[in-house]
């Protein structure tokens, strides 16, 4: 699948290319350099989102500046280069806390709230996540507050709180399974399993992974 959308995005770089096209031939780029992050190319899909943010970098449309950078922060932070991906990722959120889309900004906190907890720095993750959930109830982005709920329970589980995880980790449970998001419902049970076994409470554990994989 990834190599059917990869030759698409190559055929469509080359007509952008021809055509003089640099809007699309950025998109192009950023399209592939997402792609090859998943297949784990990583130093190819920097050399085309480098490339896609000079591009828009010309253009001079902000927003589209600061999702590149969030992008390539990404892209570091797969590649286990966390201090690399704290950088892009902060230059994305000064673009969008100037330009005060808040929406983003919460996004940019999340991202950098992943970053910290797979770099193991759980007190950073925790403010990020916590400043997110913050600005998305004032929003109330009721998809995102469950989100954010979930991860600072992954973050509380991670540092070997349980009670704590538990806490969180229910009230995103709860809006997953209310609005039918099964994938995020199975992941957060799966974590739930975790801290019940922490916890030794076997029976809530195995209730909690049967229903995961049910939901998988």
Do not use: P
């Amino acid at each position: 699948q990834h190599l059917i959308a990869l030759d698409y995005y190559r055929q469509a770089l080359q007509t952008a290319r021809k055509a003089g096209n640099q809007a699309e031939i950025a998109t192009n780029l950023a399209n592939i350099g997402k792609i090859q992050t998943l297949q784990g190319y990583y130093k190819e899909a920097l050399q085309n989102m480098e490339e896609a943010l000079a591009i828009d970098r010309e253009s001079g449309d902000e927003s589209v500046v600061a999702t590149d950078l969030n992008t390539i922060g990404r892209i570091y932070e797969a590649w286990g280069m966390f201090d690399k991906a704290v950088e892009y990722l902060e230059q994305a959120l000064e673009i969008d806390a100037r330009l005060n889309r808040m929406d983003r900004v919460a996004i940019r906190y999340s991202s950098l709230g992943l970053v910290y907890k797979a770099w193991g720095m759980y007190d950073h993750a925790l403010g990020y996540f916590e400043k997110a959930l913050a600005i998305d109830k004032e929003l109330k982005n009721y998809d995102k507050i469950a989100l954010r709920h979930s991860n600072i329970g992954s973050t509380y589980l991670a540092m070997g709180q349980a009670g704590k995880a538990i806490v969180f980790l229910d009230l995103g449970l709860d809006y997953f399974e209310r609005n039918q998001m099964t994938s995020y419902a199975a992941g957060t049970l799966l974590d739930l399993g975790r801290c019940h076994i922490m916890q030794k409470d076997y029976s809530k554990a195995e209730a909690s992974l049967l229903k995961s994989i049910a939901l998988s």
